[in-house]
T-cell receptor
Framework: DGGITQSPKYLFRKEGQNVTLSCEQN?????MYWYRQDPGQGLRLIYY???????QKGDIAEGYSVSREKKESFPLTVTSAQKNPTAFYLC??????????????FGPGTRLTVL | GQQLNQSPQSMFIQEGEDVSMNCTSS?????WLWYKQDPGEGPVLLIA?????ELTSNGRLTAQFGITRKDSFLNISASIPSDVGIYFC????????????FGKGTKLTVNP
């Protein structure tokens, strides 16, 4: 089955530690996205990538970093510089051509709790 | 960043009732998408709209792309308990093909 996987589902870290969230897709999508979701809020864009080895900052990139070394993978690192990292993190992907290229498909999410 | 105005924020209805929610923007959108999110899960795409005036159905769900291209509506008919969740609208603004803009969601509660 094609889809997007995020691991782990729940992640606990101590304050001051960097942590990397995994996102893998086998949909052959070129573009991938990371969003942060806080209770009662919409989705806020952290970083996105249109193509391998290239990525752009979203609206709330401070304290986060990404890499895009493979088409299938777009890991997100939450660094110690992120002031309030506890949140639900969602990865998404989409095609960049074709009739429905605007449609983003989401993974199941990772809930990060910083203690 | 830009956000969509989604209303209502929450709805409490009885099973069997119909539901309506909408999203509005101050700018023109080329695409409107409607997602549903269950607690602790990622959003699932319900309906995609690409043309002004377009009316699309997915089972008991019907969505419309407003003719002004600045709004969209989602209707759920004959609600059932599994309709519970948060419904998000999202749109691709004219000239903004790389990113989607999201509403803050409508939380739906269905009483059996």
């Amino acid at each position: 089955d094609g889809g997007i996987t995020q691991s782990p589902k729940y992640l606990f870290r101590k304050e001051g530690q960097n942590v990397t969230l995994s996102c893998e897709q086998n949909l052959n999508h070129d573009a991938m996205y990371w969003y942060r979701q806080d209770p009662g809020q919409g989705l806020r864009l952290i970083y996105y990538s249109q193509i391998v080895n290239d990525f752009q900052k979203g609206d709330i990139a401070e304290g986060y970093s990404v890499s895009r070394e493979k088409k299938e993978s777009f890991p997100l690192t939450v660094t110690s510089a992120q002031k309030n990292p506890t949140a639900f993190y969602l990865c998404a992907s989409r095609r960049t051509s074709g009739a429905s290229y605007n449609e983003q498909f989401f993974g199941p999410g990772t809930r990060l709790t910083v203690l | 960043g830009q956000q969509l105005n989604q209303s209502p924020q929450s709805m409490f209805i009885q099973e069997g009732e119909d539901v309506s929610m909408n999203c509005t923007s101050s700018s023109i959108f080329n695409t409107w998408l409607w997602y549903k999110q269950d607690p602790g899960e990622g959003p699932v795409l319900l309906i995609a709209l690409y043309k002004a005036g377009e009316l699309t159905s997915n089972g008991r769900l019907t969505a419309q792309f407003g003719i002004t291209r600045k709004d969209s509506f989602l209707n759920i008919s004959a609600s059932i308990p599994s309709d519970v969740g948060i419904y998000f609208c999202a749109g691709q603004a004219q000239g903004g093909s790389e990113k989607l803009v999201f509403g803050k969601g409508t939380k739906l509660t269905v009483n059996p």
